[in-house]
């Protein structure tokens, strides 16, 4: 199925045009107010535009002209599902419940939305939870029985709106792994803040300012060469791409270089110890933020570091530093320290940063 929506919201200075692919994921980036969750608003059927039209497949969702009403599907029909940061589960209701209230509402029997609900909880990791009320479950177990009660109803269209930003950084690599699997091949629109949700979910990425759309493509190129002034600011961290060499502990580039760091596993908020390390292989990303990243004229030695050799390709000022641009590859430094390398484009130095600075992700 394919998403086109066309909006023109003249009060809250919204006007934009989204198409989204058949089994693509698209992140939806940009500051408060620049219009992200009411576009999901919008495809949901919670606000109608001015002008616009909302089209699923082949199906008319919403056709407004002229602030006129020509066609009009309530959110019930829409067979469109959204996600907001509160999970909003039914508080009268078990945790399997919740999840069989989508089947239940499709006209599936109390037996067949059971199994599916049972289904579900062994989906999203928590099969013994089904008899437990919501308010018994922690907030990252409620977040993730609030995916799989949008999923249970099998909507053709997926609207997340910022589904991370109330839970705790130590439980967002547990639903961001679960969302990585229960995505896969759907159609899905994600609102977010984070450049990790954007990397690790999703195929292309719209960068929305102001209400409207000042960049897109591809997620790795988006975040790897931003143009966009939102874009850039957020796409600090380095990203580099590349696949687990299980030999070396580490991810080897594309370029051939090994990068060491903290490997986060891609599920389930196990302990370290029993986390499961990717095979030869896995594509896999490393990012660390440019703060991190120490410069050198001579390779490093020391405590576990990653280096590289760089060329420099601009000086840019970042506040009271220096940022040093090496291709994709940026480092902030202290312009005293930038004064004493005296660096110029084009010279060759050494990028060096801790392993412990380092993040590795299943890409």
């Known amino acids: 199925m394919s998403l086109s929506l066309s909006a023109h919201l003249p009060e809250r200075d ?3 045009d989204l198409e989204v692919a058949d089994g693509e994921t698209v992140a939806l980036l940009g500051p408060n107010g620049a219009g992200k969750s009411t576009l999901l608003a919008i495809a949901a059927g919670l606000l109608r535009p001015q002008d616009g039209r909302v089209t699923l497949d082949d199906r008319t969702l919403t056709h407004v002209e002229a602030g006129r009403t020509r066609a009009w599907v309530p959110p019930h029909a829409r067979q469109v599902a959204l996600l907001a940061q509160d999970p909003l589960l039914f508080p009268h209701l078990s945790v399997r419940h919740n999840i ?3 089947p239940r509402s499709r006209g599936a029997s109390r037996r067949t939305a059971a199994l599916e609900a049972d289904r579900w909880l062994d989906r999203i990791g928590l099969p013994d939870l089904g008899g437990r009320r919501p308010s018994a ?3 990252g177990q409620a977040q993730r029985v609030a995916v799989a009660r949008a999923l249970a109803a099998e909507p053709r269209l997926l609207l997340l709106d910022e589904p991370m930003a109330a839970l705790d950084v130590d439980v967002t690599p547990a639903l961001r792994h679960l969302l990585r699997e229960v995505l896969a091949d759907r159609t899905v629109v994600i609102a977010t803040h984070d450049v990790l949700d954007a990397l690790l979910l999703a195929d292309r990425v719209v960068v929305l300012d102001g209400g409207r759309v000042v960049e897109h493509g591809p997620t790795r190129e988006v975040l790897s060469r931003p143009r966009s002034a939102f874009a850039a600011r957020i796409a600090g961290l380095n990203i580099t791409p590349g696949t687990w060499s299980a030999d070396d502990d ?3 580039t594309t370029a051939g270089d090994l990068v060491h760091g903290r490997l986060h596993d891609d599920g ?4 370290p110890a029993d986390r499961a390390v990717p095979v030869t292989g896995t594509p896999m990303v490393a ?5 991190t990243v120490s410069v050198f004229p001579a390779r490093a030695t020391g405590s576990p570091r990653n280096s590289w050799p760089v060329t420099v390709t601009a000086l840019e000022p970042q506040g009271d530093l220096v940022r040093v641009r090496a291709g994709r590859l940026s480092a902030d430094i202290t312009p005293q320290a930038a004064a ?9 130095v050494w990028f060096t ?4 600075e380092v993040d590795l992700y299943p890409a």
């Open 100 to 102: 069989a209230f989508g």
């Open 340 to 348: 004493d390398l005296a660096i110029t484009p084009g010279d060759e």
């Open 353 to 356: 940063v801790k392993a412990t």
């Open 287 to 291: 990012a660390f933020r440019p703060a």
């Open 250 to 252: 580490a991810v080897r």
């Open 14 to 16: 919204v006007q934009v």
């Open 268 to 271: 389930g908020g196990a302990e």
């Open 137 to 139: 479950v922690s907030g």
